[in-house]
């Protein structure tokens, strides 16, 4: 982001969001999911059907799952949205994050005032062999999954490389797991709501060495929705508008062992460094975060290289509670993807939902400290290569 | 259910049955698959090679629970090989038992069966690394 353009910019708010239930939700179909969600944000924000000007779906495996592609024109017809521009936004697990980013750029630049942004996933319809397959196809095709290096197996070998070289052990990663499943006890939208006692996460099955199953995320379903419209306008819909203050997004080589170094996710690094700039923050003034622990020793890099600890310090805040929800900045307060779930597409924007509501006080048992005002949301549309952050601030009266 | 649609496949024999890609003369960067540009340096010289034929393990994970193309081979060995080049590669070490492993021990590559695709009655080789008897 360029200094000049931020001053030509208009300011953006979040004015209304809604999410499905997480889980393995047999009877709806996408859009009944991505429709439910929608409506959820538009009664919240208060806003009449007619008028949105563009709707953004993020949305990865509709095509393959559903076997349904152009699904934000689906969704408009659905809820009567006309003639509201409708594009739907694919960027693997990122998809969310990135349909976020098309609206905020839409708001910012003047050409629309009000969009609505959804998130959506289907997965647990198709069998787990096509679809487990189907998610791997965005690892490096002939240099990682043709020799069945797995998502696991990349996380396994970015575990282990943790463990050598800043003496992370299986304890700290467990200690994340567990810490998630906790809080989505205090969620009523997050699909695993089960506590896990460390000895449980320490026995779970081996997945690749020394990763577990309780490591990473389950398979679900789910929607998630907000509305965005410019700032100035934002007193219209809500007396309780949470601006986007910053967003940065950037990428890696595709293949983890090629990159500089495999301990280092250079695009999150990146793409939190211009949010910070554009937001005019440093890591400092951050009070929660939403990171992507699609397997849980991804929240430990995630939390240094978005600059909240110092690299290879990210697990000794772990062990001294410091993102426990009551900590000095708790870390996936809604669960994250590992026990909130992680419908790939909704992800990015459920990550936004559950800062909204962390930035209005609305979250209910799992609220933080009424006290916090900005949140950050990082969102991944590969093994660490293609990243979003997201930078919210609550405007208090 | 196929993770690559056959031409794709076949276009990718260079580098899976003989690690051959594409060096940039500028910066020395081996890539695996055909670049304008190098990645690393930008240089637009940059000429076909293979790599050598033998590296170091510098990690790996034993995979016990894969995806199903791979559920049935389970557990096996995904390693990464730093080339003498010091490019790095990442493939399945074979030829041994797990517990014998050791980081940076010699490998070579040699050509082997990955799996079968029954699908598409297709067997896929391609190259794996076993350890060297030092
Ligand atoms: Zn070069």
Redesign the pocket.
């Known amino acids: 982001m360029q200094e000049a353009i931020l001053g030509v910019l208009r300011r953006v708010a979040v004015i209304g969001v809604g999410m499905t239930r997480f889980g393995k939700l047999e009877d709806r179909s996408l859009m009944d999911l991505l429709a439910e969600a929608s409506i959820k944000a538009m009664k919240d924000a208060g806003v009449d059907y007619e008028e949105f000007d563009s709707v953004y779906v993020g949305n990865m495996l509709g095509s393959v799952v559903e076997r349904q592609t152009a699904i934000a024109t689906a969704l408009v017809d659905r809820l009567s949205l006309f003639p509201a521009a409708a594009e739907t936004v694919e960027n693997g697990p990122a998809a969310g994050a990135s349909a976020v980013k098309n609206g905020f750029q839409a708001v910012a630049s003047g050409l629309a005032d009000l969009v609505l942004v959804v998130g959506g996933e289907k997965m647990t319809s198709l069998d787990t062999a096509t679809l487990t397959d189907y998610i791997a196809t965005m690892t490096h095709p002939e240099a990682e999954y043709m020799h069945g290096a797995t998502l696991a197996s990349l996380a396994a070998l970015l575990m282990k490389l943790y463990e050598q070289r800043y003496g992370v052990t299986e304890e700290h990663v467990a200690m994340v797991a567990v810490k998630n499943h906790r809080n989505a006890l205090k969620n009523p939208y997050a699909h695993l709501r089960r506590e896990i006692t460390l000895e449980e996460a320490l026995q779970s099955k081996m997945v690749a060495e020394p990763l577990r199953m309780y490591y990473s995320c389950p398979i679900s379903d789910g929607a998630a929705a907000a509305i965005l419209c410019p700032l100035e306008k934002a007193g219209k819909y809500t007396d309780k508008p949470v601006e986007i203050k910053g967003i940065g997004h950037a990428t890696d080589y595709q293949t983890l062992h090629e990159r500089e170094d495999p301990a280092v996710l250079k695009s999150c690094k990146y793409a939190a460094e211009q949010a910070y700039r554009m937001a005019g923050l440093s890591p400092k003034g951050i009070d929660v975060a939403e990171l992507h622990d699609a397997f849980s020793i991804l929240e430990i890099v995630e939390s240094e290289d978005v600059g909240f600890f110092k690299k290879g310090q990210g697990h000794l805040a772990v062990e001294q509670g410091v993102t426990e929800l009551d900590g000095v900045l708790p870390i996936n307060p809604s669960g994250g993807l590992k026990a909130r779930g992680h419908p790939v597409g909704a992800t990015g924007v459920a990550q936004v939902v559950e800062l909204v509501w962390q930035l209005r006080g609305e979250a209910g048992e799992r609220q933080i400290s009424k006290n916090a005002k900005r949140g950050l949301a990082c969102n991944f549309g590969g093994f660490g290569n293609n990243t979003l952050v997201h930078i919210l601030e609550a405007i208090r009266k | 259910m196929f993770v690559i649609r056959i031409p794709r496949y076949w276009r990718s024999k260079g580098f899976r049955y003989r690690l051959e890609g594409y060096r940039?003369?500028?910066?020395?960067?081996f890539h695996h698959s055909p670049r304008l540009v190098?990645?690393?340096?930008?240089?637009r010289s940059?000429r076909r090679d293979r790599l050598s034929q033998t590296g170091r393990l510098i990690s790996y994970t034993v995979v016990k629970s894969s995806t199903p193309l791979f559920e049935q081979y389970v557990p096996y060995v995904v390693g990464v090989v730093k080339m003498v080049d010091g490019s790095l590669v990442v493939g399945q070490v074979t030829d041994c038992d797990p517990e014998e492993l050791r980081e940076d021990m010699q490998v070579e590559v040699t050509l082997r069966k990955i799996r079968v695709d029954g699908e598409n009655k297709l067997i896929q080789y391609g190259y794996k690394f076993r350890p060297v008897i030092e």
């Open positions: 940039c003369e500028k910066c020395g960067h190098c990645r690393k340096c930008g240089s940059i």
